[in-house]
């Protein structure tokens, strides 16, 4: 019985497989054959943080007139909360363990500053802690929760999707909604969080119309956005932060109040030959790629576009962008199947195709629970981001 095909007489040798399944292009081309690309990233050097003052002034959302502060992105969230809870009576914190500071210390002294009745510890029950800030939300307040882990908001999916989302189509012309109401949950690996601290279930929020799905890359967007979240938006905010930043970026934030505008993309690197669109922590690893990349192929540049918000997302300014390129890879770290890159590939297909010079792909998290030993290798890395590039540009 023959168990598989056998190879034609023209591959029987290991040259013709060799030259059958050869690729047309190398990960470590001949001009750069001793250089390593999955290296940790420079976190003081690269520019999507701002290391000095003087750059705000080429981030035109940020303002760069008063005086800031080197902060890490736990500290930026601190700043934000504690700027909310001065500037509204309204506003309240709570959540597990938050009183104390939280697990990150992201609350760390505001219960000392603002007091028990607005900064103040639960049970642990997600459920109930979303359930009790929708309430809050109804009748005016501004409830900012904390969900110890991303991993950890399930059971309050059904309190986010039946109730926060649906609330102000329920009241339709009343006016009444649950803006204000901002889950904030830290998210995504850090190299050792394995099956219950490394999950991004962002695409699973993203499917239900009513809620605002953020996350930010830096300390400086982190204060903006999430600002915005609490003071400004009319609807309910899931506030994604990429735990591994907490204390890995760290760069120049405004001290004074500042917002920035949900719903809006932005481009952190222009290009004109493809663009790649990610968020949160996946940006570091794309620009490190696109570093590697241009180096390699000589006029090559490639634009970065951060999404910010991922729900509702920036349709013009990416499809604007893929316009002009003609090529895409889209790249988060969330599950490839069904994901945000799904997505944004199908709306490219629909609006730009004859754009199009080769097909988008996506560049994520391969479609497994994240054990504990392997982590690394689900995740999307240099290398496989530079592979992708190279391919979308030899198509």
């Known amino acids: 019985m023959t168990l598989c095909r056998p190879f034609p007489r023209s591959l029987r040798s290991i040259d013709g497989l060799a030259a059958q399944f050869r690729r047309a292009y190398a990960t470590q081309v001949s001009t750069a054959s001793t ?10 050097a690269t520019a999507l943080l701002h290391h000095h003052r003087s750059s705000l002034a080429t981030a035109p959302e940020i303002p760069s007139d008063g005086p800031s502060s080197r902060l890490n992105l736990c500290q930026s969230v601190n700043s934000a909360l504690r700027t909310a809870l001065s500037s509204s009576e309204k506003v309240l914190c709570f ?34 802690i979303v359930g009790v800030a929708i309430g809050a939300a109804a009748e005016g307040m501004k409830p900012v929760v904390e969900i110890q882990f991303a991993d950890y908001v399930f059971p309050a999916f059904d309190q986010i999707v039946n109730e926060a989302c649906k609330f102000r189509y329920r009241e339709g012309t009343s006016g009444g909604n649950a803006g204000g109401l901002v889950i904030r949950t830290p998210c995504g690996g850090v190299g050792h969080g394995a099956l219950y601290h490394t999950q991004s279930p962002e695409a699973l929020f993203c499917h239900v119309p009513g809620v605002r799905v953020v996350m930010p890359r830096s300390p400086s967007q982190a204060k903006g956005l999430l600002l915005s979240a609490i003071m400004d938006c ?5 506030f994604m ?15 004074q109040a500042f917002t920035l505008p949900l719903g809006k993309a932005e481009i952190v690197k222009p290009g004109n030959d493809l663009t790649i669109v990610s968020y949160g922590r996946p940006l570091y690893t794309c620009l ?15 634009e970065l576009i951060d999404l910010r918000t991922i729900y509702p997302w920036d349709r013009q ?10 090529r895409a ?13 799904a997505e944004i590939a199908a709306t490219i297909q629909e609006h730009s195709f004859f754009s199009m010079k080769a ?6 998290g391969w479609t497994t629970h994240t054990g504990l030993a392997y982590e690394k290798y689900i995740l999307p890395d240099v290398t496989r981001i530079y592979d992708g590039i190279l391919k979308s540009m030899e198509y």
């Open 35 to 44: 250089r390593r690309l999955n290296v940790p990233i420079d976190f003081g």
């Open 95 to 128: 959540g597990e363990d938050v009183a104390f500071g939280g697990v990150f210390r992201c609350t760390l002294g505001l219960q000392e500053e603002f007091g028990k009745e607005r900064v103040f510890n639960t049970p642990l029950t997600e459920q109930g």
């Open 234 to 238: 009319q609807d309910p905010v899931i």
């Open 241 to 255: 932060e990429p735990k591994i930043l907490y204390r890995a970026a760290v760069e120049e934030v405004p001290d």
């Open 288 to 302: 490190a790629a696109i570093e590697a990349a241009e180096k390699d192929l000589s006029g090559l540049r490639v």
């Open 317 to 326: 300014t990416i499809l604007d962008s893929v316009k002009r390129t003609g």
């Open 329 to 341: 890879i889209v790249v988060h770290e969330s599950m490839v199947n069904f994901g945000v890159g």
């Open 359 to 364: 097909p988008t792909k996506r560049i994520a």
